[in-house]
């Protein structure tokens, strides 16, 4: 397997607002090229961190990328902390130094004595020109690994990388294909899930397979790595096929859909039409309905009844059951779905009403109590969880997914 | 100057779709706490590398965060590799396995026996109880620096470093006192802002300014660091004046709320109430306003009329005016907001119309074009705004924050 590391560079990427989205944009490249990214750092503007960073990784990995700190100022000290890591001279090139003063006449300006440091070239250095900006880049050759050196403005690393440094890397490494199965799975905790399902990709290092949870939604990642497709898919094929058994219709999709898309393409083939009620969630379950674009074909819409009052008016949820179960309950949950499915003729409602917190009010549920209620052609159901350790955001999550999720159930059956 | 170094661990943030967002709050923590983060990395779930970069990072800085790869799986070794990087054993500890056990049996619940390992301690180390997980986190001291072992999952990291890990690290570091002001800004573009505002500060490398600019949001971020909280607070009265002169009324925050909380303290301070009747953006703006704790005081809920046979049904908009305007115009808008405030008694009522995207549909106003309606006790006001470049998220997001500034404006001149 090839690997990589990348190394960005820039004390503004080790402040509490800004991310280094330049790695991914690398990691997506490399992967292609059949080349794995297993470490990726920020450092700040400081030569001797930068040098032994860079000495460490020339030692455990196949490619190494540091981006950024190739300015004209003094900030700038890439270049000479690679130059330091490999204890390389540089060497100033006067035609780099042309390039960049006719690029500064251009737009007639005078270059800045200063911009002079960035034609200096670590001894051995193959030269990548920068066509979007002034600083080039360096590709240096070490004991069988690489040190490419890349500008940090994302449109002249990415130009840079994909001209120049990609055509280099894929004469380097062996064509290989990448397959992916996304498997997403609802109803289930990720214990539950790893527990059910790590016997079985355990076994096999290809493909390599990543659990991934989120709000209660979690996908399975199976990457097959192969010299043909052919091969890749008869990998997948087979952890995959022993995964799909072993969860059952725990798993709602298969080519990486969120639950929202799958309820809307049931709803769509069964031309049926939906509506919601949304007490806790506060129009959030509506909100991921109608991300999808199309949705406007069966969504029809909903109501938010967060006051009480509203769940009378607008639902038609009588007082009295209102005042003898609580707003939070299995009744209110199942009088809502049902005035809401017929107060629009929707095929189906949904409705959820519970206590995301962060207190309990008066009679009110404990916090975390979700109740959701379907409301179908044929009958009402109504579903009950708590969520006791959770906060007010995570529990409207859950309620949204779970309430997604019972959906795609009884769509399935019916 | 006292620093960190934060290492997250995780094979799911090396691939080209997933950042560690964990080192932003840490960052942010850290920093007003006087401590600078001088270098963050990514690893994935690989003994050997984890060990090695800690190893590493205890001789260079003072503090070391390790996040993530806890879990119970066999997968999750961040455990192990502290454990070897320290050269010390690990403990097994019944009281945390039982407190696992209960958290399980309290969900009814078995717990999974893989879920022991989350019940190994490095020897010698504080243990961090975990008040929203399974996994504890640890607190290691080795020879003058600090190794913190936490969570990955976001809420369970923050409520422990916050909590357990902050009051230790404050009683290590000499107070340094940073004050920051935080300005936020609706209605204008991020380009026009700057350029308003970086003549005045730039002058100044304390206060450090940042602009922070996120769907239609933008927030100025200044951060002015001292040794006394009183020269902090001269320093940010200073350039913070200055640019509250230059952007005027465009500020609606100066203690960092968003929109949604500065528009619920206004009704709550007017005892109005507030519905709201969402087309385009499909309940993301009641969302949006009740998610702020204790909005049910002032936030009556609405309505979702994606289709529009309930534009009619549920709003009173007449067919002829829909079919003579359109769903996504000025006049639709307006009957919208007039509709729901009617119906429901509110004093405000905000409408969304509009269309988000991807296509056109047939008689449709462009990609991109939103009305937003706003009736209120004396009169109904519509604004109209088109975003041609922008997807369907953002569109929705723009809209929804459109609204909350136009409600927020009128709030104002109430």
Redesign the interface.
């Known amino acids: 397997m090839h690997n990589a590391e990348i190394i960005a560079i820039g004390s503004e990427m080790?402040?509490?607002?800004r991310?280094?989205?330049n790695s991914?944009?690398l990691?997506?490249e490399l992967?292609k090229a059949g080349v794995?990214?297993?470490?990726?750092?920020?450092?700040?503007d400081?030569r001797e961190?930068i040098a032994?960073?860079v000495r460490?990784a020339v030692r455990?990995v196949e490619f190494v990328i540091v981006s950024g700190g190739l300015g004209p100022t003094e900030d700038d000290v890439t270049r000479d902390a690679v130059a330091l890591a490999l204890d390389r001279r540089q060497i100033f090139y006067p035609e780099i130094s042309g390039a960049i003063e006719e690029r500064f006449r251009r737009m007639n300006r005078v270059m800045p004595e200063i911009n002079k440091r960035q034609a200096m070239v670590i001894e051995g250095a193959h030269i990548l020109p920068n066509d979007r900006g002034t600083a080039p880049g360096q590709w240096i050759d070490e004991n069988g690994s690489v040190v490419m050196i890349l500008p940090g403005p994302p449109h002249e690393l990415k130009s840079m990388f994909s001209r120049q440094c990609l055509p280099r890397i894929v004469r380097l490494v062996p064509p290989t294909v990448i397959q992916t199965l996304v498997l997403r799975v609802a109803g289930m905790?990720?214990?539950?899930l790893?527990?059910t399902i790590?016997p079985i990709y355990?076994r096999y290092e290809n493909p390599?397979t990543?659990?991934?949870a989120h709000n209660g939604d979690i996908q399975v990642h199976l990457r097959a790595r192969c010299d043909t497709e052919g091969r890749a898919m008869e990998l997948l094929a087979e952890v995959g096929g022993q995964i799909d058994v072993a969860l059952g219709d725990r798993i709602y999709s298969r080519n990486g859909d969120p639950l929202e898309v799958v309820v809307g393409a049931k709803l769509l083939a069964q031309h049926g039409?939906l509506?919601?009620a949304?007490?806790a969630?506060?129009?959030?379950?509506?909100?991921?309905?109608?991300?999808v674009?199309g949705?406007?074909t069966y969504?029809?819409?909903?109501?938010?009844?967060?006051?009480k009052?509203?769940k009378t008016?607008?639902l038609g949820v009588s007082e009295e059951l209102l005042k003898q179960f609580g707003t939070v309950s299995r009744e209110t949950a199942e009088a809502m779905a049902i005035g809401a499915r017929r107060?629009?003729g929707a095929t189906w409602a949904v409705s959820i009403t519970g206590n995301a917190?962060?207190?309990a009010d008066g009679d009110e549920a404990p916090v975390g109590t979700i109740y959701i209620g379907l409301a179908g052609p044929r009958d009402t159901t109504v579903q009950h969880r708590?969520w006791?350790?959770?906060?007010?955001?995570?529990v409207?999550a859950f309620a949204a997914q779970m309430a997604l999720d019972m959906l795609n159930r009884k769509l399935d059956a019916a």
């Open positions: 080790l402040t509490p607002d991310v280094d989205t991914l944009f990691t997506d992967n794995e990214v297993v470490q990726k750092q920020v450092i700040g400081d961190r032994s960073a460490r455990t905790s990720e214990s539950d790893d527990q790590s355990k390599v990543t659990v991934l039409t509506v919601v949304e007490s969630t506060g129009g959030g379950l509506a909100e991921r309905i109608s991300s674009p949705s406007s969504f029809l819409g909903g109501y938010v009844t967060y006051a009052r509203l008016d607008l107060r629009t917190g962060p207190t708590l006791p350790a959770s906060d007010r955001p995570r409207r």
